[in-house]
């Protein structure tokens, strides 16, 4: 079962801004509890869309850049990017449907 990769600072623009299938980034950090709570979710997610989509983590303490770039002000953040855009954002906790559905929008169009 894939992982979600470990998005940083240094390789944002590569794993994200490069990519040819959509990219789900969970902007989080290990203090946050909603993070913590959908942390799970987010793996399952991964294992489902592996091929499909890139899902990955960016933890906003140790990568302050990108953060501030997209005016991440609240954790969990998730944002969706295809071709290098953000085309969905959703901030809180929601529901693996939810988010399942975002991606699958995305994949294959």
Same mark, same amino acid.
């Given at each position: ?11 944002? +623009? ?5 990519? =040819? ?11 946050? &509890? ?8 987010? +793996? +399952?997610?991964? &294992?489902?869309? =592996? &091929?499909?989509?890139?899902? $990955?983590?960016? =933890?906003?303490?140790?990568?302050? +850049?990108?953060?501030?770039?997209? $005016? ?10 295809? =071709? $290098? ?6 901030? $809180? ?14 994949? &294959?169009?």
């Amino acid at each position: 079962m894939a992982k979600p990769v470990e998005i940083t600072d240094a390789n944002f +623009e590569a794993l994200v801004l490069n990519s =040819d299938k959509p990219v789900l980034v969970d902007f989080w950090a290990a203090w946050c &509890g909603p993070c913590r709570a959908i942390a799970p979710m987010i +793996e +399952e997610i991964s &294992g489902e869309m =592996d &091929g499909k989509a890139v899902i $990955g983590k960016l =933890d906003v303490d140790t990568n302050p +850049e990108i953060s501030s770039r997209y $005016g991440v002000m609240s954790i969990p953040t998730l944002l969706l990017f295809k =071709d $290098g855009k953000v085309v969905d954002k959703h901030v $809180g906790v929601a529901p693996k449907s939810v988010i399942a559905n975002k991606i699958s929008a995305y994949v &294959g169009a």
